[in-house]
């Protein structure tokens, strides 16, 4: 097993540094590797492993990059403002009928608002 072409280039793109066999250049030790800000090696780049071994590692990768986007956890959530309501006691009924035209099982044709 030898690392693809585009991995090799991109690898080099990032500023990670390659072993004799062009695999990431890790510390033995280390499981999941931290090698900078926002760069993670795991599963076969770093070396020919299993899948058992690969999926444990991406796991471990994905809560280490979690840990660094938490301060922006949130930031860019907005609340949804509701019209208000009031009570229909007492008044006609009334039918309102929606017409969505996002599907291909509904319609042919562009996106509504609610779908987009």
């Known amino acids: 097993m030898e690392p693809g072409a585009s991995a090799i280039e ?3 793109g990032l500023g990670v540094e390659l072993n004799d066999y062009g695999f990431c250049k890790t510390d033995p ?8 800000t926002g760069v993670f090696v795991a599963g076969s780049f770093q ?3 299993d899948i058992p071994e690969t999926v444990t590692q991406a796991s471990g990768v994905a809560s ?3 840990e660094l986007l938490a301060s922006s956890r949130d930031t860019l959530v907005t609340k949804t403002v509701y019209p208000n309501e009031h009570d229909v006691i007492g008044e006609e009924p009334r039918i309102g009928v929606f017409v969505c035209h996002c599907g291909r099982n509904i319609a042919i044709g562009r996106r ?3 779908c987009s």
């Open 64 to 66: 280490m990059a979690m």
């Open 29 to 36: 030790v280390t499981t999941t590797c931290y090698l900078q």
């Open 112 to 114: 509504c608002r609610t």
């Open 47 to 49: 070396e020919p492993k």
């Open 10 to 12: 991109t690898a080099q």
